[in-house]
């Protein structure tokens, strides 16, 4: 009886033992992954999903729309520069330089861009003051000249069109990705880019297709990797209000209406100068985005 009974207490000391390290082994696995997105990585996440939701509302394109997508443009790449100051972005992007090195051809080509916009866009509120001189002084050749020269400034915006397109057509394989969280910010960088091209498309466009055709038109645009077409009236609404027609034969005119066309000159001048401004401010975050990028690869 007696040696039974102690083979009884040893045998209920051990079973407790037992399944006390299943847990504590799993408890420690589970704090090791990563189960929530960095607050930086939300707040992006955040943004591009308005910019998503700016682009694919463009039933009212005007110059406050355009604004309104170039301001946001800046605020995702304000964040994105923020993420790419953090010191676990600086690991991550060390470690994937084929990657990053064509990420920094990709904002290479933003900024290019976007300088070129910014020269035609200085030269053409030149442009407009001129040809308000001409307007009231009813000069049917000075005229000419302005809408022969807008025509090739809009011509030259629309070639901005192909280089954009090229665009984000490098893909880093998810494999090569370890981490969740790596994943995840691979993602959010190419969603960055993918909305950066829908509203340069939709400035580049906006602005040649108004100075160039009236008709709408159709436009595939690359806003998400199912590569969707949609049917857009590209161009800005204040942008075509003042055509060819209401600018030739000034001399045939009268007073009237000649001062109705100079009103219609001075709203377009300001709304030529509140995208130039905007699109000035978009351009600044891409090129200090490109420099963050540059960083990891130099640090």
């Not at 301001?71 to 992007?93: G, M, Y």
């Not at 057509?169 to 190419?190: C, H, N």
Request: net charge positive.
């Amino acid at each position: 009886m007696v040696g039974v009974f102690r083979r009884s207490l040893s045998f209920p000391n051990k079973t407790p033992n037992r399944p006390s390290k299943p847990p504590i082994s799993h408890h420690i696995r589970s704090i090791s992954l990563p189960c929530r997105s960095h607050p930086l990585i939300s707040q992006l996440k955040d943004e591009i999903t308005e910019l998503k939701t700016w682009s694919c509302r463009p039933d009212n394109r005007t110059s406050a729309w355009l604004c309104d997508g170039l301001s946001r443009l800046k605020d995702v790449h304000d964040a994105l520069h923020d993420i790419l100051q953090l010191p676990q972005t600086h690991e991550l992007l060390s470690q994937k330089r084929e990657w990053v090195e064509k990420l920094l051809e990709d904002f290479l080509l933003f900024v290019d861009v976007y300088g070129i916009f910014q020269t035609s866009s200085l030269a053409l509120k030149e442009e407009q003051l001129a040809a308000r001189v001409a307007l009231r002084r009813k000069d049917d050749s000075k005229i000419a000249m302005y809408l022969k020269g807008r025509k090739k400034m809009a011509k030259e915006i629309a070639k901005l069109v192909s280089s954009i397109r090229c665009v984000g057509r490098y893909s880093f394989p998810v494999s090569a990705f370890v981490s969740i969280a790596d994943t995840e910010l691979a993602g959010v960088i190419s969603d960055v880019i993918e909305v950066t091209v829908s509203v340069s498309l939709a400035l580049f466009n906006g602005i040649s297709i108004s100075f160039i055709s009236r008709k709408p038109s159709w436009i595939g645009l690359k806003l998400s990797k199912k590569a969707k077409k949609v049917k857009i009236e590209e161009s800005i609404k204040e942008f075509q209000q003042i055509g060819e027609a209401n600018m030739v034969g000034l001399r045939k005119k009268g007073d009237e209406e000649v001062r109705m066309v100079l009103k219609g000159m001075q709203d377009l001048e300001r709304c030529i100068a509140d995208v130039e401004s905007s699109s000035e401010k978009a351009f600044r975050s891409l090129i200090n985005t490109r420099v963050s990028l540059l960083n990891t690869l130099t640090k």
